[in-house]
């Protein structure tokens, strides 16, 4: 089947791309014009000293592995009291520090500038990450445009938070898998700053049988730690597991009565914030894990599937099968949706995608002014579109790209 086939309900194959043009191009203009707004007062104050924001908890955390107390960084009391110093007064909200202790480099690297300049080289560096992985997914220069129209970019640039960077390992890791099977895993090690969001890959990459990208990714992580080992010492992954249990608890637990539970995209908040309890919100969330563990290990033993619906898959399956998932991390459908774009554009862009990825930039765009986590819709839109195109099109289309 060419890109110029016609099915029942596709659409012809210029006007698509004219459409698919000028909607990026639209979406594009509105995150630009959102940013504008915000652009007085984001980074810092008329005094001069940081706004609090996600980003203040990666520069606080760098300040003290600077001043030698890199294991106080996953101190609650000490972090906070940081931040207070940082922005010259109380914090009301705290902004933990919860990663493995290797990024801490990044923290301390960071911090080594002034906070206003180490939030600008964050986002120079991560964001242009982002826009070269989504360019590299759907092989077209439309990929610009569709890395920029995404509206899940605005809560990565105002909080100077990490979405561009996952995004652009899953998609690295992703992309580069069939061709740069090396390069791929070393993006999967990478991503274990975020380790919530590699769970599903081992069980990918054994049953796509990548071996070479499995030992990458291996040796990529074991480096990592070993740097880290070395340069914070022992103390600091011993705070990190001490801290990381009562960080979860705190978040998680049925004492978590205090959780604003719309900030996260998943069904275990989705289950606590219509008043279920613990277990049975562990219970839903562990179940759509399984399910789609079990979506992904079919559908990657299927060598007759197109490796792009593989891709699609399993970077919605990421943020499907983690309860800890947030507003910005939704950036990641960005990757999925490319991947879904690419095998789309290659064969037939149907009316019904054409109407989920809407849907999916509407909900994505609401996201902060509703109280519910809509990014879990979000993420299931995406998700039935790739089962459509994988199990209930004909063999020839599912190949395709």
């Known amino acids: 089947m060419t890109a110029q086939t016609l099915q029942r309900g596709s659409e012809p194959v210029p006007r698509r791309r004219d459409a698919l043009n000028v909607v990026c191009f639209g979406l594009l203009v509105v995150n630009i014009a959102l940013l504008l707004v915000f652009w007085n007062g984001w980074i810092v104050g008329p005094d001069g000293r940081p706004v609090p924001s996600d980003f203040l908890n990666v520069y606080g955390a760098g300040r003290l592995v600077l001043d030698g107390r890199a294991p106080a960084a996953y101190d609650w009391d000490v972090l906070h009291a940081t931040e207070d110093a940082l922005v010259g007064g109380a914090v009301t909200t705290y902004f933990g520090w919860h990663y493995p202790p290797p990024f801490l480099a990044v923290a301390a690297l960071l911090a080594r500038l002034p906070y206003a300049a180490a939030f600008i080289a964050w986002l120079a560096v991560t964001l242009p990450l982002y826009l070269v992985t989504i360019r590299a997914i759907l092989r077209e220069r439309?990929?610009?445009?569709?890395?920029g129209a995404f509206p899940a970019l605005l809560p990565n640039i105002i909080p100077g938070q990490?979405?561009?960077?996952?995004?652009s390992l899953i998609g690295g890791t992703l992309v580069l898998l069939e061709r740069r099977p090396l390069l791929a895993g070393v993006c999967l090690g990478l991503l274990t700053y975020k380790p919530q969001f590699g769970i599903l890959f081992p069980l990918v990459l054994v049953a796509g049988g990548y071996w070479r990208a499995i030992a990458a990714a291996a040796a990529t992580a074991i480096a990592l730690a070993l740097a880290s080992l070395a340069l914070f010492g022992a103390p600091t992954w011993g705070a990190f597991f001490h801290?990381?249990?009562?960080?979860?608890?705190?978040?998680?637990?049925?004492?978590?009565h205090h959780a604003d539970w719309s900030k996260f995209q998943s069904l275990f908040a989705l289950a606590r914030m219509l008043g279920g309890g613990?277990?049975?919100?562990?219970?839903?969330?562990?179940?759509?894990?399984?399910?789609?563990?079990?979506?992904?290990?079919?559908?990657?033993?299927d060598r007759r599937i197109a490796f792009a619906l593989?891709?699609?898959?399993?970077a919605t399956g990421v943020l499907l099968a983690t309860p800890y998932v947030y507003l910005y991390d939704l950036t990641v459908l960005a990757v999925a949706a490319a991947f879904l774009m690419r095998h789309a554009i290659s064969t037939a862009f149907t009316r019904a995608e054409t109407i989920g990825l809407a849907l999916v930039i509407a909900l994505v765009l609401i996201v902060p002014f509703f109280g519910v986590p809509v990014g879990l819709p979000a993420a299931a839109i995406v998700a039935m579109l790739i089962a459509r195109r994988t199990f209930g099109s004909a063999?020839?289309?599912?190949?395709?790209?």
């Open 162 to 167: 990490n979405g561009f960077l996952t995004a």
């Open 142 to 147: 439309i990929g610009w445009l569709v890395a």
């Open 243 to 256: 801290w990381l249990p009562l960080t979860s608890q705190a978040l998680f637990s049925e004492a978590a």
């Open 278 to 301: 613990t277990t049975l919100a562990w219970t839903l969330q562990l179940a759509l894990s399984a399910v789609t563990a079990i979506l992904l290990w079919v559908m990657w033993r």
């Open 310 to 314: 593989k891709a699609a898959a399993t």
């Open 395 to 401: 063999p020839g289309l599912r190949a395709a790209a």
